[in-house]
């Protein structure tokens, strides 16, 4: 049994993440960004939790899955830096 305890995130629309498996968070208006996540889309390794609105954040995980999330980078890093200083 693993003892250690995972620090989670919401990312929108009650979707969570595992902040120890983001890499990084990006903004998704630059070309190679968007070419990232047309590419994640034809793989299947991308995750959508925007629920239908505009995608503000990309997060780029460990396992090279993509999460589209409707908040901001700086809403999500913020989140995980608190979440951090917690522990």
Same mark, same amino acid.
């Given at each position: 049994m693993n003892n250690q305890t995972q620090t989670l995130i919401?990312? *929108?629309?009650?979707?969570?993440? +595992?902040?120890?498996?983001i890499i990084a968070i990006v903004s998704p208006d630059s070309a190679p960004i968007k070419r990232l996540i047309q590419h994640?889309?034809? +793989? *299947?390794?991308?995750v959508d939790a925007t629920q239908g609105r505009k995608t503000r954040a990309v997060l780029m995980m460990?396992? +090279?899955?993509?999460?589209? !999330?409707?908040? !901001?980078?700086?809403?999500?890093?913020?989140?995980?830096?608190?979440?951090?200083?917690?522990?």
């Open positions: 919401h990312i *929108g629309f009650g979707n969570i993440v +595992n902040t120890d498996k994640a889309k034809e +793989n *299947g390794t991308v460990d396992n +090279n899955q993509i999460i589209l !999330s409707a908040f !901001s980078p700086e809403t999500i890093a913020s989140r995980a830096q608190l979440k951090e200083e917690s522990l």
